[in-house]
């Protein structure tokens, strides 16, 4: 597989064109761009290529993008260029995750070197992931969207079925559950994975910008518009257009979308002409829009274009069985990140923080998991209801939790279960049986994969 494609960013024009001259007389795929904006809209998780940013910009800066770049993809390299001999910065940069930086002035057989090594880096990741899924073992949905509950394992069935699609899809969930994540996935798993990836936060646009900022305008279209402007949906041709928290988008700018949607064209301000589109459509919402059409706030129309699919993500209350696995990974994640040694999570905090309800979902267990890897640990009265005040009450309550905390650490096997707790099979089937636990749960049939059938002694 093949990973020669390279993003550079860097505002400062003449410096921009020369880094893209020697990268491009190098063999590599070079795009270059003045800011960081559209950067985000083209990498991916299967991104097969590597990312050149400068360090000191306007508005997004090299390392925002960088941390930007590692929530999509932690593995996709992120080369810094530094012009102001600020070494300080490049070590924080290099500990937050950077693959190397250079500083300016510099020679450009050095960064093609650097470039080359990070590209084989991308290859040999990107290769591995197509191993290990056909193998069998976690693909990039597993990796993405935790959990070996049956709520999480039929959403990604059904995203496997309907990301190669052209179908819009409406995606529904409670806030922090992940609804991007999702969308990311649809794109990536479609056709259009190398073409832009727009996310448009309906709720964040100005109701008066809003029309500008989605079609764009030509010169002269209303007062301050000098110069002619691309609109999203345009940025985004040939590729995936989010439609984040489509409620909160204006009425009578709903009407507008929806010729969009039906046309698949849209009509610049202060222009006649029309501009096909070649789009996909992706929206979400954090209430039913079924109940905003009867509130009057939705158009029955735009909701009937764009559920063609409708996906609901559960939010974590829904599935506490994978709080415990989900929080594990986010806290490695997080040490990763601050670069700390992550710590062992006891079985006692995974079972607090599992019989919370999370109304941020994913959103506010990420905040717990940095809070754990800087040190700052949960306290009961923030993961759980009052423990009892009985001893026996209270040690039933910790061997149940560590048998769930070793199940699913085991995906259920229960010869590995039973030999890391130094139990015999039968007694772990005994304490299974007193304390109500359904191994079937976490991922065990009635066959166990070490081939004994627990049958026999259940």
């Known amino acids: 597989m093949e990973a020669r494609r390279i993003l550079l960013v860097d505002d400062e024009a003449d410096m921009r064109l020369s880094t893209a001259q020697a990268l491009d007389l190098a063999g590599f795929e070079v795009e270059d761009f003045g800011g960081a904006e559209p950067v985000l809209d083209l990498v991916s998780f299967g991104f097969a290529g590597v990312v050149v940013t400068d360090i000191r910009m306007p508005g997004i800066d090299g390392l925002t993008l960088m941390n930007r770049i590692h929530e999509i993809d932690p593995d996709l390299p992120v080369i810094l260029v530094t012009g102001h001999g600020d070494v300080s910065l490049a070590v924080r940069a290099m500990r937050e995750g950077a693959y190397d930086f250079v500083e300016k002035p510099f020679p450009a057989p050095q960064l093609v070197e650097i470039v080359t090594r990070a590209t084989g880096f991308r290859r040999i990741v990107l290769e591995n992931r197509v191993l290990r899924a056909a193998a069998g073992q976690n693909d990039d949905l597993e990796q993405r969207l935790v959990g070996r509950s049956n709520a999480m394992i039929d959403l990604r069935r059904r995203l496997r079925t309907i990301g190669p699609t052209e179908a819009d899809v409406l995606i529904q969930g409670e806030t922090g559950a ?159 990140r601050h670069r700390r040694e992550p710590g062992t999570v006891g079985p006692q905090l995974l079972a607090a923080l599992a019989d919370r309800d999370w109304p941020g979902n994913v959103r506010e267990l990420r905040n ?91």
């Open 368 to 458: 717990a998991a940095d809070r754990f890897a800087l040190g700052i640990v949960p306290q009961p009265s923030e993961a759980t209801a009052p423990l009892s005040p009985r001893l026996a009450d209270r040690v039933a309550a910790f061997e149940r939790d560590l048998l769930i905390t070793a199940l699913q650490a085991h995906g259920g096997r229960m010869r590995p279960v039973y030999e890391s707790l130094g139990l015999s099979r039968k007694t772990l089937y005994e304490k299974l049986q007193r304390h109500g636990i359904d191994k079937a749960r976490y991922g065990a049939g009635a066959l166990d994969t070490d081939g004994e059938d627990d049958r026999a002694e259940a």
């Open 178 to 336: 992940g609804k991007e994540v999702v969308a990311r996935a649809l794109h990536d798993l479609s056709t259009r994975s190398r073409k832009p990836f727009v996310a448009i936060d309906c709720a964040a646009i100005p109701e008066t910008l809003i029309e500008s900022e989605l079609f764009g305008h030509e010169a002269g279209a209303f007062p301050g518009a000098l110069r002619p402007r691309y609109g999203k949906f345009e940025h985004a041709q040939g590729g995936t257009v989010l439609l984040d928290e489509i409620g909160s988008m204006p009425i009578e700018l709903q009407g507008k979308l929806l010729r969009v949607v039906q046309d698949r064209a849209i009509t610049r301000l202060g222009s006649n002409e029309a501009v096909p589109l070649d789009l996909r459509f992706i929206a979400t919402s954090r209430r039913p829009l079924e109940a905003e059409v009867a509130a009057g706030r939705f158009r029955e129309d735009l909701l009937y274009r764009l559920n063609v699919v409708t996906l609901t993500v559960p939010p974590l209350a829904q599935r506490r069985e994978d709080v415990p696995i989900l929080f594990l990974k986010l806290v490695a994640e997080a040490a990763s």
